[in-house]
């Protein structure tokens, strides 16, 4: 049965609006000041929203921050797979249009590099098992990338392709916390360099 309509929306809607409220000034606030440094009652004060309504959407701030990392991370994986499926299908044109789009896409918006590259690590044990889904998702989207390019294939390439993922994971961290960032460009430079010669076959 459909909830009673109210300023002409149904229950569910209301209850789906909130949510949204709640998730976009998450992902504001988490980012800075940060997950720990944000309370309950801040959220509800930006998304306008009850505290009492902030449990009807969320049990509590942990949820919620796996909410916004999950939707970062839902993001940034459509985003890159879309570059790598309309690029050449050559190892180096995958590389770079796969390698390119996740570094100009998460730094696109800084609180979106913060929380994927360093909320996640700073809310802990919230974040552990979303954290090894989205580096399982982003490993596979290289495996994909490379796994039917002639002759790209090393002799482990999920374990390369994780390692891959963590060496792009910190380059993002430096561009969080340096003063002044290093230039993105650099960021795509010096990543594709790591594929390029971790990714070419041996001779």
């Not at 989207?141 to 910190?170: K, R």
């Not at 290093?182 to 430079?189: A, F, R, S, T, Y």
């Amino acid at each position: 049965m459909a909830g009673r309509e109210y300023r002409g929306m149904t229950a569910e809607q209301r209850l789906a609006d909130r949510r949204e409220r709640l998730i976009t000034a998450a992902y504001t606030l988490f980012a800075q000041p940060g997950f720990h440094d944000t309370t309950i009652e801040r959220l509800c004060s930006t998304a306008r929203i009850s505290n009492r309504a902030f449990y009807e959407c969320f049990t509590n701030r942990d949820e919620l921050m796996c909410a916004v990392y999950e939707r970062c991370v839902e993001e940034t994986l459509d985003a890159v797979s879309r570059a790598v499926e309309k690029a050449a299908p050559t190892l180096n044109d995958r590389i770079l249009a796969g390698v390119g789009e996740y570094i100009r896409f998460v730094t696109m918006d800084v609180r979106r590099a913060r929380l994927m590259h360093l909320e996640v690590r700073r809310a802990g044990d919230v974040l552990s098992s979303a954290r090894q889904l989205a580096v399982k998702g982003f490993s596979q989207v290289i495996q994909n990338a490379v796994g039917d390019v002639p002759h790209a294939l090393p002799p482990d390439l999920h374990l390369l392709s994780l390692g891959l993922t963590g060496a792009i994971t910190e380059l993002l961290i430096e561009w969080v916390l340096a003063d002044p960032a290093p230039p993105v460009d650099g960021l795509i430079e010096t990543a594709t360099h790591v594929f390029h010669r971790s990714l070419q076959p041996e001779t």
